[in-house]
């Protein structure tokens, strides 16, 4: 059998010689871009879906490109994209206004990067949701003479939400998992750091499966907040099923 | 994963543009703003390293699209006892079914597919058993942990939809046949599977435009993919935008290909209009 039969759980401790503490930053900054990543993508989403659904035929049709160009490109090349294509335009940009480079933190870039990807999911998933809120509830709401943004605030976002929840909340868990590919452009989130304590220890299987561990975690708490949404956004709907 | 999200994720057959809907005045206008896009990109970037790269490029996608469908049809022949599993199994074969689909879709897909390179691939030239098989071979290379890799992810979500849709098809048509004196096995190959696989084939073909999306991941397992191409090329020639514009051109081509298709496939599926 091999040498390292009985695992060396020493390794996962979190001060020094063991990677614990490592792996848990890591872990930490997956989530902070995740959650950064989510709220941009939802800001882009409700942006998104409005203008695919109430806004001018241009923009109606810039909405659409931008949607198909991130459903139909990996999110692998996305990222590199995004990540060399937003540096460098914010960089040419403050060049114009005569004002130095700025080094960009990996941080705001993992979540702008995220954030633009998860933006045209949750447009989509919003402007279904909205699609399927009843059109009486918001011409009702406009022959009160409720303006444009108290609808949006009072009827429409309230109304869509238990159909919107459900997508919303795969979106979330997709973003924590998209995060992972963050470590191909080189950011230190979970999988990026397990990579190198596990290629430094040579103890692969204990580090990523420590890392597995640490994801399938957030998973399940996440599934646990979503159940408790759900519940909430869909009281007083008739019981399906 | 919900019908509905893989709808909102994955590019679907309902998102193609038709042949009438080009020609509005303003769409002309902003195709012809895009033709100017496309023309200055043309012109004012550098694409004198295409030709030197091009059997390369073509072996690339040559490979991802094996990688595609292999991957899909062995991940689709996992997810049907699977997701059959979790509907009408016993406990000891539902309970494994929904750890496996749990765990697999809870992780990421590049933990996975480094969890089975590096870890696994660590692990096997330590027994001499595994040396020394035919299999080894195969093993010493990357491809099969990709092919695993993406399998099993294909599987678990896979999974799921398949339990959904096994479990949505009306217990009338099973009892009919069962009515019939079909043995479980008929009633399985002739109406259960057939009804189960019809119910969940937009989200089968979504699923599939998501897996290509994954596919370019086993390029870091140094699998020469069509990514793993385009990677070398931005090596090569110290380009960064060009190689990875054509990138993403070829990516919603072939997912533009991969739709047509299954809009192709669909439609020749007769359906109860509604």
């Known amino acids: 059998m091999a040498s390292d039969s009985i695992v060396n759980w020493s390794l996962l401790a979190l001060s020094s010689p063991g990677w614990g503490g490592v792996l848990l930053q890591g872990f930490v900054n997956s989530i902070q871009i995740a959650i950064g990543g989510y709220a941009l993508g939802l800001t882009l989403g409700v942006g998104g879906a409005f203008g695919k659904l109430y806004g001018g035929p241009i923009l109606r049709d810039l909405l659409e490109c931008y949607t198909t160009v991130v459903r139909a490109v990996p999110e692998l090349v996305l990222i590199l994209l995004l990540y060399y294509a937003g540096t460098d335009l914010l960089n040419q940009l403050l060049a114009l206004f005569s004002i130095g480079p700025v080094d960009i933190s990996g941080l705001m870039a993992g979540i702008f990067v995220i954030g633009v990807v998860q933006g045209a999911y949750s447009t989509e998933v919003l402007r279904g949701a909205i699609k399927a809120v009843p059109a009486g509830q918001i011409e009702a709401a406009r022959a009160y003479g409720m303006s444009p943004l108290k609808v949006l605030r009072r009827v429409t976002l309230p109304a869509m939400l238990p159909y919107a929840i459900p997508g919303l909340s795969n979106l979330w868990l997709i973003a924590t998992k998209d995060t992972a590919l963050l470590a191909v452009v080189g950011f230190s989130e979970l999988t990026l750091v397990t990579r190198q304590a596990a290629g430094t220890t040579k103890a692969y299987l204990l580090f990523f499966l420590a890392a597995g561990a640490l994801y399938l975690t957030l998973t399940l708490v996440s599934n646990i907040f979503i159940g408790m949404l759900e519940r909430h956004a869909r009281r007083g709907f008739a019981e399906q099923r | ?274």
Not at chain 2, 55 to 69: A, Q, T, Y
Not at chain 2, 220 to 231: E, F, G, R
Request: hydrophobic share 55%.
């Open chain 2, 1 to 274: 994963m919900t019908d509905q999200t893989t709808h909102a994720v994955a590019f679907t057959p309902e998102d193609l543009p038709t042949a009438r809907s080009f020609f509005q005045p303003h769409r002309i206008v902003m195709m012809l703003v895009f033709a100017g896009f496309v023309i200055g990109v043309a012109v004012f970037m550098r694409w004198d390293w295409l030709p030197r790269y091009l059997p390369r490029l073509g072996w690339g996608i040559l490979i991802s699209l094996v990688m595609l469908f292999s991957t899909s049809i062995l991940g689709f022949l996992l997810a049907v006892p699977i997701g059959l599993a979790q509907v009408a199994g016993p406990w000891f074969f539902k309970l494994p079914a929904k750890v496996f689909c749990t765990v697999i879709r809870g992780t990421p897909l590049l933990l996975q597919l480094w969890l089975l390179y590096y870890g696994l691939g660590s692990l096997f030239p330590q027994f001499p058993a595994i040396r020394q098989s035919f299999l080894w071979p195969y093993l010493r290379e990357a491809w099969p942990y990709g092919v695993a890799a993406l399998t099993i992810s294909f599987a678990a979500y896979e999974g799921e939809v398949m339990r959904g849709a096994f479990a949505g098809v009306p217990a009338g048509e099973l009892e009919a046949a069962k009515a019939y004196g079909m043995s479980r096995w008929t009633m399985f190959r002739r109406i259960w599977l057939p009804r189960a696989i019809h119910r969940a084939l937009p989200t089968l073909n979504g699923e599939t435009v998501l897996q290509l999306k994954s596919t370019p991941l086993v390029a870091t397992i140094t699998v020469v993919d069509v990514y793993a191409v385009i990677s070398k090329v931005r090596q090569e020639t110290f380009l960064t935008y060009e190689p990875l514009l054509l990138l993403a051109l070829i990516y919603m081509c072939l997912t533009g290909i991969l739709v047509v298709a299954f809009r192709t496939f669909e439609n020749r599926i007769p359906t109860r209009g509604a």
